[in-house]
């Protein structure tokens, strides 16, 4: 029975020890990808420097090798910088989609942004915020904001849902459709 209980022991923190390399391999793997690319280094280092707009010629290589952290720079760059918008949305998207969370932080305020616009209103954008909104409040928000000018029932049935669950910016906007009479709604101010 003590052989039993030390075999058991033992089996644990191996594979605990393995699951802990796996993990470990994987995290290398990834950071390897964004090391051994010369132009993401590259970019990298100029960034490093303050010179974003010399390192995006770079970034953007590795950003179409399919380096997320050198996709997640540029749109970062691209959208801070006030330039191409749509690149901005284009690399923020494909880091945020492969699962790289600062960029999809990055994401959900760009399109929070441009959610009146056809950058907001997108095919992809929404198809992300809506996979995104059953995780996070904060993407049916924006989700909401981008139907507001072409599906107003759409709009305020999410918006309805979310002031349900006790969002304030939700039940604020929900007030102001009832109050001034937005979104095909009747002006109902009692409401």
Same mark, same amino acid.
């Given at each position: 029975?003590?052989?039993?209980?030390?075999?058991?022991?033992?089996?644990?923190?191996?594979?605990?020890?393995?699951?802990?390399?796996?993990?470990?391999?994987?995290?290398?793997?990834?950071?390897?990808?964004?090391?051994?690319?010369?132009?993401?280094?590259? &970019?990298?280092?100029?960034?490093?420097?303050?010179?974003?707009?010399?390192?995006?010629?770079?970034?953007?290589?590795?950003?179409?090798?399919?380096?997320?952290?050198?996709?997640?720079?540029?749109?970062?760059?691209?959208?801070? &910088?006030?330039?191409?918008?749509?690149?901005?949305?284009?690399?923020?998207?494909?880091?945020?989609?492969? &699962?790289?969370?600062?960029?999809?932080?990055?994401?959900?305020?760009?399109?929070?942004?441009?959610?009146?616009?056809?950058?907001?209103?997108?095919?992809?954008?929404?198809?992300?915020?809506?996979?995104?909104?059953?995780?996070?409040?904060?993407?049916?928000?924006?989700?909401?904001?981008?139907?507001?000018?072409?599906?107003?029932?759409?709009?305020?049935?999410?918006?309805?849902?979310?002031?349900?669950?006790?969002?304030?910016?939700?039940?604020?906007?929900?007030? &102001?459709?009832?109050?001034?009479?937005?979104?095909?709604?009747?002006?109902?101010?009692?409401?």
């Amino acid at each position: 029975m003590k052989q039993m209980r030390a075999f058991g022991v033992w089996t644990l923190l191996l594979l605990a020890s393995a699951g802990g390399a796996w993990a470990e391999t994987e995290t290398e793997t990834k950071s390897k990808t964004e090391t051994v690319n010369p132009s993401y280094q590259r &970019g990298l280092m100029l960034d490093r420097r303050g010179d974003a707009i010399g390192a995006m010629p770079y970034f953007e290589q590795a950003a179409e090798q399919g380096v997320v952290a050198a996709q997640r720079r540029l749109g970062y760059i691209l959208w801070k &910088g006030g330039a191409d918008q749509q690149q901005a949305a284009r690399w923020l998207g494909a880091a945020a989609v492969a &699962g790289d969370g600062e960029a999809q932080g990055y994401y959900l305020s760009l399109l929070l942004e441009h959610a009146a616009n056809p950058i907001g209103r997108s095919a992809a954008a929404r198809g992300w915020l809506e996979q995104r909104s059953a995780l996070d409040n904060q993407a049916k928000l924006v989700l909401a904001r981008t139907f507001e000018d072409d599906d107003d029932a759409r709009a305020l049935r999410l918006y309805q849902e979310l002031a349900d669950a006790g969002m304030e910016a939700a039940i604020r906007r929900l007030i &102001g459709v009832y109050w001034y009479g937005e979104l095909g709604v009747p002006v109902d101010q009692d409401r």
